[in-house]
């Protein structure tokens, strides 16, 4: 039997084990807002994710035993439980050249590969988290690179992905942060999802950012209903369901709309149409849309829309989500409120029979952390050791966020 399907075989029978003791957990901690609560809030986190290494240190032939990162491997692991798993997550959204160099030769993916071996032993990580979240195109350069000259790195990809699992064996965890929308799913397709599964522990489906600066009419960013088209596809593509972690996102979005069809969007929000958020040439931000988290001050040409967002938005019955259209300002907001993210447990986790949850980010939910709170309360619907029929407690607001 080829070393591959071998180690595909083994790692589809050790990802059924957090189906029998409790679905994942993964909380990706980032340098931007590097905060941990109190030990008990972060008791169902089964891994967490330190963001970002960046890819193209990977690429040098330089023995080098320095490694940077906002923190240390034994620095976190005594905020979480015994147990949990701590990766290293390397690349990010705009990270693409170092892996495009990685991906290229069959040696650049062992000298890739080996490195991160290296940086594994060093660190004391328990894996690494691969964030290329654009292999074959559009990513943050697309207009600067268009596809085609990307077509190469769909198959080369899952190579890579197989370089390192031989690298770091099957003792260490390989896990990736995937695209959440079908557009952007250039290199997962019926045809290579097989192949990455075979080397990977499991996906984090990045189910948030599902309204970005490329479109050009409103919807929730992080929907229900978005999110199960996400969840959908890679099913659809043979992803086993118990390898697939819903995203859920710890921040505030919100976009400017085109103020000469503000009758429109007053009658219709969703679906709306925004202003040019991009350049057509160039794909550089223009300005029009952005996010925050709820850690961060809110920006002060924003703060009187966003109060306006957090006592007047509504949760959408029909797409599964909390917004809000300002009609005053001509802004539309979206977010998901610990409400949203109860509701998405029993409509996608269990309905799909997911293998776990993550968010971006532990931090980015500071200082109150409700949506934590929330994520906690809707594990808990699935733990192995609840009675039946009991119902949960959870500190957590009525569809409202406090910052």
């Not at 990270?95 to 991160?116: M, P, V, Y």
């Not at 929730?220 to 043979?238: D, K, R």
């Not at 085109?258 to 350049?279: K, Y």
Request: aromatic share 10%.
């Amino acid at each position: 039997m080829p070393e591959m399907l071998v180690y595909g075989v083994i790692l589809s029978l050790m990802a059924l084990f957090p189906q029998i003791h409790g679905i994942k957990c993964v909380m990706y901690l980032t340098g931007q807002h590097d905060v941990v609560p109190e030990l008990s809030l972060v008791s169902d986190v089964t891994h967490v994710a330190l963001a970002f290494m960046r890819s193209s240190i990977f690429n040098t032939k330089d023995n080098t035993s320095s490694w940077p990162l906002f923190t240390t491997v034994d620095a976190v692991r005594p905020k979480f439980s015994v147990g949990t798993s701590i990766l290293v997550a390397i690349g990010g959204w705009g990270d693409t050249q170092g892996f495009s160099e990685a991906a290229l030769t069959n040696e650049s993916r062992k000298l890739f590969a080996h490195n991160i071996k290296r940086m594994v032993e060093d660190t004391g990580a328990d894996g690494v988290d691969i964030d290329w979240e654009y292999p074959g195109g559009n990513g943050e350069d697309y207009k600067q690179i268009p596809n085609s000259e990307k077509a190469w790195e769909v198959e080369a990809y899952p190579k890579l992905l197989e370089e390192i699992r031989k690298a770091i064996g099957l003792e260490k965890l390989i896990t990736a942060a995937v695209p959440g929308l079908r557009r952007d799913m250039v290199a997962f397709t019926k045809e290579t999802v097989p192949k990455i599964i075979a080397s990977i522990d499991f996906f984090n489906v990045m189910t948030y950012d599902l309204m970005n600066r490329r479109d050009t009419i409103t919807k929730h960013h992080t929907g229900l209903q978005l999110s199960i088209e996400s969840i959908n596809a890679y099913l659809e593509s043979g992803a086993p369901a118990e390898k697939l972690n819903l995203g859920f996102a710890y921040y505030v979005k919100w976009f400017k709309t085109d103020a000469s069809h503000a009758d429109e969007c007053a009658e219709h929000p969703i679906g709306c149409p925004t202003a040019l958020m991009e350049d057509p040439s160039t794909g550089v931000d223009l300005g029009q849309a952005g996010g925050f988290s709820w850690h961060d001050q809110v920006p002060s040409e924003l703060a009187a829309s966003f109060e306006r967002a957090k006592s007047s938005g509504v949760y959408d019955t029909i797409g599964g989500g909390y917004y809000f259209w300002d009609s005053e300002e001509n802004i539309f907001w979206s977010w998901d409120t610990p409400e949203a993210i109860l509701k998405k447990f029993p409509e996608i986790v269990d309905e799909k029979q997911l293998g776990g949850v993550f968010a971006w980010g532990l931090g980015e939910d500071a200082p109150d952390f409700t949506h934590l709170k929330a994520t906690a309360a809707g594990l808990q619907q699935y733990s192995p050791d609840r009675p039946e029929g009991q119902e949960d407690e959870a500190d957590v607001s009525n569809g409202k966020d406090e910052l």
